[in-house]
C-alpha cells in the first residue's frame, strides 16, 4: 500500500523551530522527488521545498530560505523539513508529496498541481 505518513507539527511561538518528518512506504523511495507544501487558512496551497530523488538537490521558496532546510534518508524512505524562527505566517497544514521521476534524478520538479502521491498533512501552528 502506497503510503507517505507525517509526523511532527504542533504549536509553536515565533522564533522556535520544528522538525517535520515524511515516511515513505510501498513505492521505490529514490525514485522520487519529495516536496513540502502548505496551506495557509483560507489560502491556496503552496509550495516550500523539493528534494531531487538522488544527490539531494533542493530549492526552496523565498518565504523560508535560510530558515528552513529539507533532506532525505533513502536508506530509511524519509524526508525531513527543520523549520528554524518560525513566523506567525508560517502557520498552515504541511503536506510532503512525492513525484515520480523517470529523468534526471537530480531535477526539481515539485509543484502542487503535478504530484502522484500526498501525505495526510499536519498543521503548524505558530502563535504568540
Known amino acids: 500500500q502506497l503510503q507517505l505518513v507525517q509526523t511532527g507539527g504542533g504549536l509553536v511561538q515565533p522564533g522556535e523551530s520544528l522538525r517535520l518528518s515524511c515516511h515513505a512506504s510501498?513505492?521505490?523511495?529514490?525514485?522520487?522527488?519529495i516536496g513540502w507544501f502548505r496551506q495557509a487558512p483560507g489560502k491556496e496551497r503552496e509550495g516550500v521545498s523539493c528534494?531531487?530523488?538522488?544527490?539531494?538537490?533542493?530549492n526552496y521558496a523565498d518565504s523560508v530560505k535560510g530558515r528552513f532546510t529539507m533532506s532525505r534518508d533513502n536508506a530509511k524512505n524519509s524526508v525531513y523539513l527543520q523549520m528554524n524562527s518560525l513566523k506567525l505566517e508560517d502557520t498552515g497544514v504541511y503536506y510532503c508529496?512525492?513525484?515520480?521521476?523517470?529523468?534526471?534524478?537530480?531535477?526539481?520538479?515539485?509543484?502542487?498541481?503535478?504530484?502522484?502521491?500526498w501525505g495526510e498533512g499536519t498543521l503548524v501552528s505558530v502563535s504568540s
Open positions: 508529496a512525492a513525484l515520480r521521476i523517470w529523468g534526471d534524478p537530480f531535477s526539481l520538479p515539485c509543484k502542487t498541481g503535478g504530484m502522484n502521491y
Open positions: 510501498g513505492f521505490t523511495f529514490d525514485d522520487y522527488a
Open positions: 528534494i531531487s530523488s538522488r544527490g539531494g538537490r533542493t
